[in-house]
């Protein structure tokens, strides 16, 4: 009955436009229909923003890349300040802060491994912080993605539960439009939503993939690079503790030299009629 209904409506009423279709529609079916509307501004708007942020995080940590292969050394940046940091900046500000813990205490080999070991944590927990970022609105657009076609079937189960309350032998079409147009529009909506974010959120999401790898192939290189730095720190404070120690014996054996240096004590004469070992001579 629905399918025979359907077609007599559309070809009577097809030149009054689709706000026919919700003027026909009963309170329940518009209520079904402005949720549906709801979550299609607000499935573009994440969308959108989603997209803009992404390219700006991207472009910001693409140019950190850059300025950092120039730099010399990379724990002796500096970040003062850590409120508007790109992620490729926050990670190299934890990477620091954790260094600038051992600093001044690096000679051996063993305290270059415990002083990586609190970088790697360090890194391992802002790479974290960093997936929680990139994968904002990404659960609002999930969720729109699954609940837009259900609410759309909501609404088309609520309008053909309308239709056949209306059906009697002497149903007319206007009886039966409200179910009908609830029916269709609700199911029009739900699609409405579905599709955009379903394609919305594939593609950022194999964005936020892609950023996710390129983050932490950059952890890996700057772990690698601060080992270097360290190594080379450790390397020179142990050269630098050699020389002072160098210079601390021959400071010591300087300030001893003139003792050891003073002539001896006079030998007593021998009494008269002894000669010296005579001892030996008895």
Not at 3 to 23: D, M, N, Q, S
Not at 123 to 131: A, F, P
Not at 165 to 171: H, N, P
Not at 240 to 252: D, S, Y
Request: aromatic content about 8%; proline content about 4%.
């Amino acid at each position: 009955m629905l399918f025979t209904v359907l077609p007599v409506v559309l070809a009577a009423e097809a030149e009054k436009g689709a706000i026919w279709y919700f003027r026909q529609m009963d309170s329940a079916g518009l209520a079904v229909a402005a949720v549906l509307v709801i979550c299609s501004f607000i499935g573009w708007g994440a969308m959108i923003q989603k997209w803009s942020d992404v390219q700006e995080l991207r472009r910001r940590n693409h140019g950190f890349d850059r300025r950092l292969r120039d730099q010399h050394s990379v724990i002796a940046l500096n970040f003062p300040g850590s409120g508007n940091l790109c992620p490729y900046e926050f990670l190299v500000a934890e990477a620091v802060s954790a260094v600038q813990r051992h600093k001044g205490r690096l000679v051996r080999q063993s305290d270059v491994r415990l002083c990586m070991g609190h970088v790697e944590n360090a890194l391992q927990r802002g790479v974290s912080r960093t997936m929680v970022k990139y994968e904002d609105k990404m659960v609002l657009l999930s969720s729109l993605v699954s609940g837009g076609p259900f609410l759309g079937l909501l609404g088309t189960v609520w309008g053909v539960m309308v239709t056949f309350g209306a059906l009697t032998e002497k149903a007319s079409i206007a009886q039966l439009a409200p179910g009908v147009c609830g029916a269709l529009v609700t199911t029009t909506l739900g699609l409405l939503v579905a599709i955009p974010a379903t394609f919305g959120y594939n593609y950022l999401l194999t964005q936020v993939k892609i950023m996710s790898t390129e983050l932490e192939n950059f952890a890996s290189t700057l772990a690698d690079r601060v080992e270097l730095e360290l190594e080379a720190e450790a390397r020179l404070n142990f050269e630098q503790q050699q020389q002072r120690e160098l210079l601390r014996r021959a400071a010591a054996q300087a300030a001893a030299a003139p003792v050891s240096a003073a002539p001896a004590p006079a030998a007593e004469p021998a009494a008269p009629g002894e000669l010296p070992g005579w001892e030996d001579a008895q």
